[in-house]
């Protein structure tokens, strides 16, 4: 019966430095909560109705005092906030080593993959001492994603990628939760982080379905839905390559001018579902929207492969219309025929068409 | 108690909101009141006297308490085990924490105390013969009743499942529940908010007595004056995004919806814009009693009252600075949490200010320890572990870990229940005698309020435990390893369900007894109390003129004068 937790596991690289700061906090808001009590029940008690002491000239105003309790607050509350916002700034900076996990959450459970390809629902499991960053969007409403034993929480979002990270650094099983209410079936819509030796997740890796891996899946959406037809190279028609792309300042023609975008996933995502929102400069708005074509797991894999695809050189210059400060951009190259309600090939698979 | 013969020349016989046993009516006549005045229930429901309102208010916010109470309750009883066992079905428990937020907030604290003890005693206090529009004042009333039984309906028939916090794109497209007419019955009840807040400021601007200068005004007013300022800046705010959300759902404008092009974080901004803000509505009127309170049971002048006028103005502007504390993992910005959490901090500086001058006020006065002291010095203590928990959200790196989870929960029950409701259930106390001429049962007023205090500490103390823990908000079931503590806060809950249902039985009961409290029985200064218990209609028979500061106790003469609140009164009435 006694048997309960009242403190939670520490499981994670920022769990004691989360602890250290949360209990600095608690000590503060202690001592004041305490200091009031003693300060309120010692003076009620001393001056209480009846007992003889000293009650003249009762002071209404003091400069001093007033200063002193505006300071000495202030100044303790700097330091809570200085303690907390270095925590902060760390649950904010993944490092450099972390595998990136792609998350999809929907009315009511987490879809989860591994780069290797394996699937998971509402269950991740993970070598111990790996760190890891999740990307994280949402199918439907707004949900978060919280493993108390890490101490690390971030709401998923519809239509924006989010992020979160973390290190396991305790074998174990850590409870997931959804903790932005989210309907019905929210207070179910959790499950089990477990966090394994790297012998043992290597063992469970190669268990039953290994399949393609993330990018593999993502090479074949690529194909799939042409994008190479366009992209690839034997294009016909003129489109950027996207080799080298991610990760790299972008030239976006906005009106008559050009700015430069970094070609984040948030970019990519956008240039897929919203081409004509961000156009490369030097090219003709002809890339068709893929809004609701795609879902967002197929997303995540097309972008996985746009940037495994990144480290590669771009192909020669020749390929690719030159962008040239000086001169402005150049006249696009018109295309004989080209629809751009029906991108070419669109016609090859039947069952793509809608 | 008071049950001694009437020798009060007031006479005990008076009419009341509760019919007045024949044998009690005696054959002198009692002086004229804003309660004698008038019978008929058209006298009532179109007074445009603001204390007749003030007590409209009582029966409208009484009544929204103890639906929302019973919300309450079912919700920590389906909590007593992990699993759903009361209510059969997640959507019913989502339907009903939905509308406990709802009507706990938006139908009774935010009108509680402004509504209640600011109609009545606002006027009272500045000797002014009324609001400054007393029938914006009824209007407001109407609105409100309007906007609470429209929502009740509703919430009866179908109900609604997105929370108080009606966050989209749940809201907009995915709940298939009555969004709308819950938006649209919080709209209009908004206005019942923005006309009082109107009305107050007009108020307290035009119709002061000759000699009540600003600074000689009671701290209850500069609270309410606070209040209202809140109340007109941030209402339309709330309206604004209840009317988004209306647009989004019904003709499918995407404004939060990012399926429609929308940006759901906007609507959060929306929504904290004012809802930060509103919890100070709820707050800043609880310490506007909580400083008539204090200065009465300590007989002396408050401590520092320029800094305590200032702290309640600083809080309703700075209030306005700090919404994106409630959005640190929502996917704003990083310097965006920075900034909002650096401004929070400076929120806390004030709420430190008034807590240590109210200790400060006790220094060399004369303590009284009755009712209304007791639930002054609890809503201190709640407060203060309500404000440092506060501190603790609003701290960045701590609250990704808290957010969302009990540990928010515990923090607003500790300043909205054991802050707001403890300082509304004191000033009820405190001024009943003005408000009906009878003084409540003392013996059992202190015991309701220890029960109270009690049960709510079991209650909420349990619930910081389990956010620490991990336990997410909204979930109606929950992890095996919860359990005890749950169980101990539903415990708590049935204390505390005891304990609010103590003063409402014996303030009740109160009004068979004969209206003898008295013109000042607690020796209070304020004008409120120059008049007859209770006050004749125009307030005071013959116009006040202030001469003294506010507070004007002293506590050394107070040790020598006998102190028998629950006497009836001896002296001849004198009013004015
Ligand atoms: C003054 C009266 C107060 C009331 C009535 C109040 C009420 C609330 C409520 C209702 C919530 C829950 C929001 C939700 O649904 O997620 C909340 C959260 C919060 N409160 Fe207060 N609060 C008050 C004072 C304070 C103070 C003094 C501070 C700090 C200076 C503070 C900081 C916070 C923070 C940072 C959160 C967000 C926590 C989170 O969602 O993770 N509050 N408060
Ligand atoms: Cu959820
Ligand atoms: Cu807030």
Redesign the interface.
């Known amino acids: 019966m006694w048997n309960f937790p009242i403190l939670p596991e520490s499981a994670s690289s920022v769990a004691p430095d989360y602890d250290f700061a949360f209990w600095y906090e608690v000590a503060v808001g202690v001592f004041f909560t305490l200091f009031v009590l003693v300060l309120v029940l010692g003076l009620a008690n001393r001056y209480r109705r009846g007992r003889q002491v000293d009650r003249s000239h009762p002071p209404t105003h003091s400069l001093k005092l007033e200063a002193l309790w505006i300071g000495v607050p202030l100044v303790i509350a700097m330091s809570m906030f200085g303690i907390s916002a270095v925590l902060y700034i760390k649950q904010f900076s993944p490092p450099g080593d972390a595998v990136e996990i792609p998350v999809v959450g929907k009315q009511w459970m987490w879809k989860l993959q591994h780069p290797e390809g394996k699937k998971e629902i509402n269950e991740l499991h993970l070598p111990v001492g790996q760190a890891v960053r999740l990307k994280m969007i949402s199918q439907d409403v707004i949900h978060s994603f919280f493993i108390p034993a890490f101490r690390v929480k971030q709401d998923v979002l519809p239509g924006r990628y989010t992020e979160m990270w973390f290190r396991p650094t305790k074998i174990g099983r850590y409870r997931l939760f959804c903790t932005e209410y989210c309907g019905t079936d929210h207070s179910v819509m959790g499950g089990w982080v477990e966090v394994m030796s790297q012998a043992d997740y290597e063992r469970w890796l190669a268990t039953e379905q290994a399949g393609e891996s993330l990018v593999e899946e993502g090479r074949r959406l690529f194909v799939l839905n042409h994008c190479a037809g366009c992209h690839g190279e034997n294009a016909t028609v003129q489109a950027p390559r996207l080799e080298g792309v991610y990760g790299r300042p972008v030239p976006i023609q906005v009106g008559d001018r050009v700015e430069f975008v970094q070609a984040d996933d948030r970019y990519i995502r956008d240039s897929i579902l919203l081409p004509k929102s961000q156009v490369v400069a030097g090219y003709q708005p002809i890339m068709p929207s893929y809004q609701g074509q795609l879902s967002e797991e197929d997303l995540l894999k097309i972008i996985a492969y746009i940037k495994a695809i990144g480290n590669r050189p771009a192909p020669g210059p020749a390929a690719q219309p030159q962008y040239d400060a000086d001169r402005g951009i150049q006249p696009a190259v018109e295309v004989p025929g080209y629809d751009v309600d029906k991108p070419p090939g669109a016609t090859l698979l039947p069952e793509q068409t809608r | 108690m008071s049950d001694h013969p009437h020798t009060h020349p007031a006479g005990p016989a008076s009419g009341g909101f509760a019919p007045v046993p024949p044998a009690l009516s005696q054959t002198r006549r009692a002086p004229i009141n804003y309660l004698n005045a008038a019978y008929s229930v058209r006298s009532w429901l179109l007074t445009l006297d603001h204390k007749r309102i003030g007590l409209l208010y009582l029966i409208g916010v009484t009544f929204f308490f103890f639906v929302g109470g019973v919300a309450a309750t079912v919700l920590r009883l389906e909590l007593m085990t992990p699993g759903g066992d009361v209510l059969h079905s997640?959507?019913a428990y989502?339907r009903l924490f939905t509308m406990h937020g709802v009507i706990m907030i938006f139908f009774f604290l935010v009108p509680a105390i402004p509504g209640v003890l600011g109609n009545f005693l606002l006027p009272l206090m500045i000797g002014a013969r009324d609001l400054a529009f007393p029938r914006l004042n009824l209007l407001s009333w109407y609105i409100y009743m309007f906007g609470g039984t429209a929502a009740l309906i509703l919430l009866i028939f179908g109900g609604i499942?997105t929370?108080w916090?009606f966050?989209a794109?749940?809201s907009t497209?995915?709940?298939n529940t009555m969004v709308l007419p819950a938006g649209i019955a919080v709209f209009i009840t908004g206005f019942s908010s923005i006309l009082t807040g109107l009305n107050f400021i007009v108020t307290t601007h035009t119709m002061r007595a000759p000699g009540m200068t600003w600074g000689r005004l009671p701290l209850f007013v500069w609270a309410h004056y606070a209040t209202s300022l809140i109340m007109i800046l941030g209402t339309p705010v709330l309206a604004i995004a209840v009317l988004l959300i209306g647009l989004e759902r019904l003709f499918g404008i995407g404004i939060f919806?990012?399926?429609l092009g929308g940006d759901?974080?906007l609507f959060q901004h929306l929504f904290w814009f004012y809802s930060h803000p509103a919890v100070y509505i709820m707050l800043l009127p609880g310490m506007a009693v909580v400083n008539e309170i204090v200065p009465c049971f300590?007989r002396?002048?408050?401590?520092?009252?320029?800094?305590m006028a200032g702290a309640l103005l600083a809080i309703a502007v700075l209030g306005f600075l700090v919404w994106g504390h409630h959005m640190?993992?929502?996917?704003q910005s990083?310097y965006a949490?920075?900034i909002f959490?650096?401004l929070t901090?400076?929120v806390?500086?004030p709420s430190?200010?008034k807590?240590?001058?109210?200790?400060?006020t006790?220094?060399?006065?004369?303590?009284?320890?009755e009712t209304p002291m007791l639930y002054a010095?609890g809503f201190?203590?709640l407060f203060?572990?309500g404000g440092?928990?506060g501190?603790?959200l609003g701290?960045?790196?701590?609250?990704?870990?808290l957010?969302?989870?009990y540990f928010v929960v515990a923090h607003f029950h500790y300043i909205m229940v054991g802050g707001s409701i403890m300082a509304f259930l004191g000033g009820i106390h405190f001024w009943w005698p003005k408000i009906s001429g009878r003084m409540y049962p003392e013996l059992w007023g202190k015991l309701g309020a220890l029960v109270i205090f009690v049960g709510f500490n079991l209650t909420f103390f349990p619930q910081f435990?389990l956010g620490?823990?991990?336990m997410?908000?909204?979930?109606?079931?929950?992890?095996g390893?919860?359990?005890?503590?749950n169980v101990m806060s539903t415990a708590g809950a049935s204390i505390l369900a005891v304990g609010y249902i103590i003063p409402l039985i014996y303030f009740i009961d109160s009004l068979r007894k004969p209206a003898n409290a008295g013109r000042n029985p607690w020796r209070a200064t304020g004008l409120e109390w120059q008049t007859a218990s209770p006050p004749p209609t125009e307030n005071f028979a013959v116009a006040p003129v202030v001469t003294t500061p506010p507070y004007n106790y002293d506590?050394?003469e107070?040790?020598q004068t006998p102190?028998n609140p629950f006497q009836p009164e001896q002296e001849p009435v004198h009013v004015g």
């Not at chain 2, 640190?328 to 996917?331: K, R």
């Not at chain 2, 997410?472 to 992890?479: A, D, I, K, L």
């Open positions: 997640p959507d989502n499942d929370g916090t966050y794109p749940f497209t995915f709940s919806d990012p399926a759901p974080i300590t002396r002048p408050i401590f520092g009252y320029k800094f640190f993992v929502s996917g990083m949490g920075l959490s650096f901090f400076f806390a500086v430190a200010v807590v240590f001058n109210w200790c400060a006790m220094y060399k006065g004369s303590v009284r320890f010095l201190i203590g203060t572990i440092v928990t501190l603790m701290s960045l790196g701590i609250d990704v870990h957010h969302d989870t435990l620490y823990l991990g997410p908000r909204r979930y109606y079931e929950y992890p390893e919860f359990q005890v503590l506590p050394a107070a040790e102190w």
